[in-house]
């Protein structure tokens, strides 16, 4: 299916409506906490670095079609979030944190099996999953990284995901088919690159937390083609990426 978000506009309502239920509901507990219903010992569990990661992680689940990064997300979050329920040290915890974030990569792992060799001059790990099919690129990244070329005639978009890994895609040998070419990224301790002609229309519309996406083309040509457009939405978590231009 093509990721065109102007084609599907019940599910952009919907995510919309999800996320301002999140807001809501943490305007809620902060106000119970401040009018004293729910007691202050409990302040420092849901005010907490790992309830945001939970937070976060529900977000994720809720915005983007990619759910693996918010099932790690919510994992991390609420397996370090024990030791400040129960009488346990983190130390413990560290070892099956890992193992569970590896079986729910494996778990809801959403790549085909199928890899595709990369094109010369391109590097990718045995732990990087990709393909790129009829001008699509669907790639994933978990604990390691890659380096590749997109070489296909037209490129229309795709998805990206890096959970603690990083990606840079070359896209200096392809050209944008008209209308809207949507690429979803997302980065969660991680970082993509991607580099592209410099006379592309790129509009981003991503959202971070502790990250960020920046356009840092130095030489962006006038005369631009309106018509082609790539829109790159998203989210980095503790992450970031970059676009550039030789």
Not at 170 to 182: F, Q, S
């Amino acid at each position: 299916m093509e990721p065109n978000e102007v084609k599907n506009p019940e599910h952009r309502s919907f995510r919309k409506s999800a996320f301002a239920v999140v807001i809501i509901l943490a305007g809620c507990v902060l106000l119970l906490f401040n009018i004293g219903f729910i007691s202050s010992e409990l302040k420092h569990i849901i005010l907490s670095w790992q309830m945001l990661l939970i937070v976060i992680g529900l977000i994720s689940l809720l915005s983007s079609d990619n759910h693996t990064p918010g099932y790690v997300l919510i994992s991390i979050g609420g397996i370090f979030l024990l030791p400040e329920i129960f009488d346990m040290r983190v130390s413990h915890l560290i070892v099956p944190a890992i193992l569970i974030a590896i079986g729910i990569i494996i778990l809801f792992k959403r790549m085909p099996a199928r890899h595709v060799p990369p094109a010369p001059g391109t590097q990718a790990t045995p732990h990087t999953a990709y393909t790129f099919d009829n001008g699509y690129v669907h790639e994933e990244n978990f604990f390691s990284g890659s380096k590749q070329r997109f070489d296909q005639e037209v490129f229309r978009g795709g998805n990206i995901s890096c959970v603690f890994g990083g990606s840079e895609l070359d896209l200096t040998r392809t050209t944008l088919p008209e209308g809207n070419n949507v690429l979803e990224i997302t980065a969660i301790f991680g970082g993509i690159t991607l580099v592209v002609p410099c006379d592309w229309k790129i509009i981003l519309r991503t959202t971070s937390i502790f990250g960020g996406f920046t356009d840092k083309r130095i030489h962006v040509k006038e005369g631009a083609d309106t018509n082609r457009i790539l829109l790159i939405k998203g989210s980095t978590i503790f992450g970031g990426g970059e676009i550039k231009s030789y």
